[in-house]
């Protein structure tokens, strides 16, 4: 690994201040730390962000919450508000790495952590994300775990985070405070697909802090609920997975849901489509079959996994059945 300088931030606008183009922000160091070790980064300097005092959940006046950006993923799952209002948070937060890991990993680590495409974190192999223009062999080479929504020739890779996923059904905002002042991006919209330059997982600019997420009142996702697939039981990322929030009328048609996959694209993967075809439907699995549907007749599955679509087709009938089934 390359030596590198550290250094710990005191406040949001020091950190901003200390980055320039060979420093990075240091969360937990679960990811961060992993792919210096591996050789994909190697900054000379890392500015720890981790501790910095904007690291609480608040209470918004609308009956929303804010999240400080350096709040531990352990933290925020446990914390009794999210796991009453946001139980689909909680389990997506719950179903991440390990207990150890999620006591490290940061919030705004977690939505920034970097794809587990195997040639990514292989130095020795050509790769678009890792070094632009040099090629993706996933394309052509293990593509299994993929992504069939959304990509580009030019990268195929998914992006890994189950909490991501979880905000992006929420509707989240993302605050961000960069070297023009402070902004915010809503979720989904802070991670972009790849397109012709894969190497830029965000809409995020050089400097950028994430500060704080803002998730905004949502009444009906007190019925809400992560599902994930996954090749082995536990400490293991999503094949697919999906985030699902629904509320129905008294003649059991949906009045409202918000649906976001996992697993299965370069972004945390909102499913309009099928939000708007089951407005005003009812809750059956016939109704729920014909949204998800709607929303995979975007796929263009690769070689090797087509079977996602599926999987995806099913995790949306099996958990919006069981959802409805429990109203
Ligand atoms: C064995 C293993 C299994 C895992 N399994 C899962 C899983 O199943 N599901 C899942 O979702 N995740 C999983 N993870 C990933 C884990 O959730 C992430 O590594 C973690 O959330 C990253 O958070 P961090 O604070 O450690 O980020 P870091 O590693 O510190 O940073 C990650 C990135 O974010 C940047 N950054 C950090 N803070 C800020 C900030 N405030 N503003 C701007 N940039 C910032 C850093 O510069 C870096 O680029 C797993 C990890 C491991 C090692
Ligand atoms: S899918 Fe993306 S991350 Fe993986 S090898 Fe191709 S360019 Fe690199």
């Given amino acids: 690994m390359r030596p590198f300088a550290y250094e710990r931030a005191t406040d949001a606008a020091s950190a901003v201040a200390a980055i320039d183009g060979d420093a990075m922000y240091l969360g937990g160091g679960t990811n961060l730390v992993d792919l210096m070790k591996l050789g994909v980064h190697a900054p000379a300097r890392l500015v720890d962000v981790s501790r910095l005092s904007d690291d609480g959940i608040e209470e918004l006046p609308d009956g929303g919450l804010r999240i400080g950006g350096a709040v531990r993923n352990t933290v925020l799952a446990t914390n009794p508000a999210v796991r009453e209002r946001y139980p689909l948070l909680a389990q997506a937060l719950l179903s991440g790495a390990s207990g150890q890991l999620r006591n490290m990993a940061t919030v705004a680590g977690n939505l920034l952590q970097r794809t587990r495409c195997a040639y990514f ?45 979880a905000m992006a059904a929420i509707g989240a905002a993302v605050q961000v405070l960069g070297r023009n002042g402070a902004r915010t991006i809503p979720l989904p919209g802070l991670h972009r697909l790849p397109g012709d330059e894969p190497q830029r997982d965000t809409v995020l600019e050089p400097g950028d802090l994430i500060t ?9 996702a007190g019925r809400s609920t992560y599902r994930k697939v996954r090749d082995r039981a536990s400490f293991s990322f999503a094949v697919a997975s999906i985030a699902a929030a629904v509320a129905l009328d008294d003649d059991a048609t949906v009045r409202e849901c918000r649906i976001a996959f996992g697993g299965l694209a370069h972004v945390p993967w909102r499913a309009t489509r099928a939000e708007q075809a089951l407005r005003g439907a009812p809750a059956t699995a016939e109704a729920f079959g014909a949204a998800a549907d709607a ?30 089934e429990a109203a």
């Fill in 121 to 165: 974190q292989d130095v020795s192999k050509p790769c678009n994300k890792r070094r632009p223009g040099s090629g993706c062999p996933a394309r052509e080479g293990d593509h299994r775990n993929l992504a069939i929504l959304g990509h580009s020739e030019a990268c195929v890779a998914t992006h890994p985070s189950d909490m991501a996923v």
């Fill in 212 to 220: 704080a997420i803002e998730l905004p009142a949502l009444a009906f």
């Fill in 295 to 324: 929303e995979l007749e975007q796929a263009r599955p690769l070689r090797d996994n087509a079977f996602k679509v599926a999987l995806a087709r099913n995790l949306l009938v099996g958990t919006l059945s069981d959802l409805c």
